[in-house]
């Protein structure tokens, strides 16, 4: 079973830039198609990005396409989220997710079995 582990939250002032990261452990990363997702204060979690397991196909939700970049690095076990042009609607707290084995990659978060524990990002305007 695989462990996920986020970094990289904080403090950023709107216009500025934030590299989450989720680091993997007990099982075989490469097997797992990665998502991240987000959640506000009083929302429900939302889809952000996700990436396949070999990192040859993304998708974004409208709300980071042109801003975020999901990227992974198999050999270090970590799947990234560059994000760029913060705006003060991105805050929350950010979670990085993993697919069943050898599953598709998905927007929906009822198709990631694994979760890791959250890290906040704060916009500020």
């Known amino acids: 079973q695989v462990q996920l582990v986020e970094s990289g939250g904080g403090l950023v002032q709107a216009g500025g830039s934030l590299r989450l990261s989720c680091a993997a452990s007990g099982g075989t990363f490469s097997s797992y198609a990665m998502g991240w997702f987000r959640q506000a204060p009083g929302k429900e979690r939302e889809f952000v990005a996700a990436?396949?397991?070999?990192?040859?196909?993304?998708d974004y939700a409208d709300s980071g396409k042109g801003r975020f970049t999901i990227s992974r690095d198999n050999a270090k076990n970590t799947v990234y989220l560059q994000m760029n042009s913060l705006k003060p609607e991105d805050t929350a707290v950010y979670y990085c997710a993993a697919s069943a084995p050898f599953y598709k990659f998905s927007t929906r978060a009822q198709n990631y079995p694994y979760w890791g524990q959250g890290t906040q990002v704060t916009v500020s305007s």
């Open positions: 990436i396949s397991r070999r990192g040859d196909s993304t």
